[in-house]
């Protein structure tokens, strides 16, 4: 009796305690070493073990070969080629084309092609708008010019222009002039070719080298005009200014319009000679 009761027991207790399944038992396992793990990982003193294959070469192809390949082409060419093309060629292609032509030309295109352009030399000036060059040609008497010296070598100048042209589209020209120093009065004989566009003219004169140009400022056709030599190489290659009149004298109420003009084209600050037409010879009234 004592016997079947304590097996009796036994089976309860069995019964009463719940079975352990092996994936229960492989899990609690596997969750106890990653705790271990991952509790060596965070120690001071943890050292991963590397697989043995795994071993870094440092420096990287040690030993290096020897003598190291430096500098790249070792050893130069030598001497280097410093500087560059040396030695030089002597003597030294300076400054190019060696010797400079001498003298150096200054100012560039000097001396000038005489006369001047209009718009080279005077691009302050206004010429006169709208110019009639049929009523400007006739006979004119210079009253006054710019008080240069070189003005001052002749006196009683008077131009006359004919007014039939020539076949090369130019006009006839007569120039009389007093000599300052001998007083003899003498005859240029030339013509005058008129711009198509501009009121300004040339003349050239027999027995005179070379043109002059003349640029037309001003004019009324009866009474007064204004005629400017731009750079006039006869007095230093200053603008030289004439005053002309149909007549010998010119009448104060028109010298006003003729200071205005000057003034606007800033030729007004040079004193002016007004002939004297009684005193000319052979030119009295």
């Not at 060696?98 to 691009?123: G, K, L, V």
């Not at 149909?246 to 003729?258: A, C, F, G, I, T």
């Amino acid at each position: 009796m004592i016997r079947v009761g304590f097996l009796v027991l036994l089976c309860a207790g069995a019964l009463a305690k719940p079975a352990v399944t092996p994936t229960q038992e492989s899990t609690a396992a596997y969750m106890d070493t990653a705790a271990y793990m991952d509790t060596a990982a965070n120690s001071p003193t943890y050292q991963p073990t590397l697989p043995p294959s795994y071993q870094h070469t440092y420096p990287p192809n040690y030993p290096p070969t020897y003598p190291p390949n430096y500098p790249p082409n070792y050893p130069p060419n030598y001497p280097p080629n410093y500087p560059p093309n040396y030695p030089p060629i002597h003597p030294p292609n300076y400054p190019p084309t060696y010797p400079p032509t001498y003298p150096p030309t200054y100012p560039p295109n000097y001396p000038p092609t005489y006369p001047p352009t209009y718009s080279d030399t005077c691009s302050s000036i206004t010429l006169m708008e709208d110019f009639d060059l049929l009523s400007y040609l006739g006979g004119w008497f210079v009253v006054a010019k710019y008080a240069y010296d070189g003005n001052m070598y002749s006196r009683c100048i008077e131009v006359d222009r004919s007014q039939t042209e020539n076949d090369d589209g130019s006009f006839n020209a007569e120039l009389t002039e007093v000599s300052v120093s001998s007083g003899i009065e003498s005859t240029l004989d030339g013509v005058a070719t008129f711009d198509e566009f501009e009121a300004k003219y040339t003349t050239h004169y027999e027995g005179v080298d070379g043109t002059k140009e003349h640029l037309i400022l001003y004019t009324d056709y009866k009474n007064v005009a204004i005629q400017l030599n731009c750079h006039d190489k006869e007095v230093d290659g200053l603008n030289n200014v004439f005053i002309l009149a149909r007549q010998q004298y010119l009448e104060s109420k028109y010298l006003d319009d003729v200071w205005k003009i000057l003034d606007d084209n800033q030729l007004s600050g040079v004193a002016m000679y007004f002939e004297d037409w009684e005193s000319c010879p052979s030119k009295t009234c």
